[in-house]
């Protein structure tokens, strides 16, 4: 059975780093690219970048080139998002998913990450 | 790159039909048969419904159809169901450099 497992909910204050995961199971991790997709409170779903675990070629929405770092850990069949400064504007849900097909067929459960001071 | 357009809201009554429209342009939807369907219910991970445009993966029912004209990609439910109530999100493929843009989303109502 295919799964993606995301980490917890997060706290944090602006200006604090941050890296929350995404780990698969169920399949041949290094197969497939594997997609983040943010979702601000109240609303709709947006492209955040993609990443194959097999050779790390990573690619980035526009919106968020030079915001987020993704990245993986083929070893652990695990994908990252990360921050390095926090804005209140990041308080959102933050979903990993598997792309097949050019579309996402596997999500993960969500992480929540909240800044707030 | 702008979001896809879709309705904010559609309604129906149980065992009547509803359509989503998705509307891009012609340097995503118009370009690519590559469109592809979520549902998302309150509190939950969005779910795939239709991908590549008019495919269903295995285990979504076959009430649920896509199709697409020009820059136009269309969500069909047939025979609703109070089950089918949640928010209907479209996507397309735009390019190497935009990757993926999703609609706005469209709160579906089952009466």
């Known amino acids: 059975e295919v799964q993606l497992v995301q980490s917890g909910a997060e706290v944090k204050k602006p200006g604090e780093s941050l890296k929350i995961s995404c780990k698969g199971s169920?399949?041949?991790?290094?197969?497939?690219?594997i997609g983040w997709v943010r979702q601000m409170p109240g609303k709709g779903l947006e492209w955040m970048g993609i990443i194959y675990p097999g050779d790390s070629d990573t690619r980035y929405s526009p919106s968020f080139q030079g915001q987020v770092t993704i990245s993986a850990d083929k070893s652990i069949s695990t994908a990252y998002l990360q921050w390095s400064s926090l804005k209140a504007s990041d308080t959102a849900m933050y979903y990993c998913?598997?792309?097949?097909?050019?579309?996402?067929?596997?999500w993960g459960q969500g992480t929540l990450v909240t800044v707030s001071s | 790159q702008s979001a896809l357009t879709q309705p904010a809201s559609v309604s129906g009554s149980p065992g009547q039909s509803i359509t989503i429209s998705c509307t891009g342009t012609?340097?995503?939807?118009?370009?690519?048969?590559?469109v592809s369907w979520y549902q998302q219910h309150p509190g939950k991970a969005p779910k795939l419904m239709i991908y590549e445009g008019s495919k269903r993966p295995s285990g979504v029912s076959n009430r649920f159809s896509g199709s697409k004209s020009g820059n136009t990609a269309s969500l069909t439910i047939s025979g609703l169901q109070a089950e089918d109530e949640a928010d209907y999100y479209c996507c397309s493929y735009a390019g190497s450099s935009t990757l993926g843009v999703f609609g706005g989303g469209t709160k579906l109502t089952v009466l």
């Open positions: 169920g399949y041949s991790f290094t197969s497939y690219w």
């Open positions: 012609s340097s995503d939807v118009g370009s690519y048969n590559l």
């Open positions: 998913a598997r792309l097949r097909d050019s579309s996402f067929d596997y």
